[in-house]
């Protein structure tokens, strides 16, 4: 069983940087697409980033794009997601997700099989 655990969230100044992993283990994380997305209270899950196995293949929503990266180790079955020059709407629960198959997008969260249990980022202005 695939298992997914965040750590690295919390509250910040706008303007401040957190950086997100993700753990995953049961499966070798080097075969997994995985993506971080978020969900703030009243709002529906949006899809920040993704990455593909090999790392050559990156997406970003265009709210996080030139603040937000992401990257993996395999070595360490770890996916991060580096967050600069926060703003207040960043704030929200976030979640990573992990998925076998390539027929994935921010856009598509359900094709995701496994996901973790969250952790929450408030940014204060």
């Known amino acids: 069983q695939v298992r997914l655990v965040e750590s690295g969230g919390g509250s910040v100044q706008a303007g401040g940087s957190l950086r997100l992993s993700c753990a995953v283990s049961?499966?070798?994380?080097?075969?997994?697409?995985v993506g971080w997305f978020r969900q703030a209270p009243g709002k529906e899950r949006e899809g920040v980033a993704i990455?593909?196995?090999?790392?050559?293949?990156?997406d970003y929503a265009d709210s996080v794009k030139g603040r937000f990266t992401i990257s993996r180790d395999n070595a360490k079955g770890t996916v991060y997601l580096q967050m600069n020059n926060l703003k207040p709407e960043d704030s929200a629960m976030y979640s990573c997700?992990?998925?076998?198959?390539?027929?994935?997008?921010?856009?598509?969260?359900?094709?995701?099989?496994?996901w973790g249990q969250g952790t929450q980022v408030t940014v204060s202005s």
């Open positions: 049961g499966y070798s994380v080097s075969t997994y697409i």
């Open positions: 997700a992990a998925s076998r198959y390539l027929d994935v997008t921010l856009a598509t969260p359900d094709r995701f099989a496994y």
């Open positions: 990455i593909y196995p090999g790392g050559s293949w990156l």
